[in-house]
């Protein structure tokens, strides 16, 4: 599976931004998806998550009622609605993949439980 995750940009606090991650390969073992965020001097972390087959989601506590996390199956694509964004959401934003199931939400924060990774998207918000 091959993950390319397009849509930062330099946007101000209060706007929005929708990120977009195409997937290509062998897209149907795909199980769940995610996307998390890297800011300066930060670690990894997670950001939302999503089961392929159900569109059952999560949200890291940051982002709960600001960002919405998405999937198009038939596009074989990932979304993430951001709204409201603030200076702290500044970071490179990635999409992952991962072929395995798993039913305690707070695996989704878990990177090592991802198989496929995409490149990463610059996401800045100015104050």
């Known amino acids: 599976v091959q993950l390319q995750a397009f849509g930062g940009g330099l946007v101000q606090a209060g706007d929005s931004l929708r990120l977009s991650c195409a997937a290509s390969?062998?897209?149907?073992?795909?199980?769940?998806m995610g996307w998390f965020r890297q800011g300066p001097g930060k670690e990894r972390a997670v950001v939302a998550g999503i089961s392929w087959s159900s569109g059952t989601t999560y949200y890291a506590d940051s982002v709960k009622g600001r960002f919405t996390i998405s999937r198009d199956n038939a596009k074989n694509t990932l979304y993430l609605q951001m709204n409201s964004l603030k200076p702290e959401d500044t970071a490179v934003y990635y999409c992952?993949?991962?072929?395995?199931?798993?039913?305690?939400?707070?695996?989704?924060?878990?990177?090592?439980?991802?198989?496929?990774w995409g490149q990463g998207t610059q996401v800045t918000v100015s104050s």
């Open positions: 390969g062998r897209t149907s073992a795909t199980a769940r």
């Open positions: 992952a993949a991962s072929l395995k199931n798993w039913y305690d939400s707070r695996s989704y924060g878990r990177s090592a439980l991802y198989d496929y």
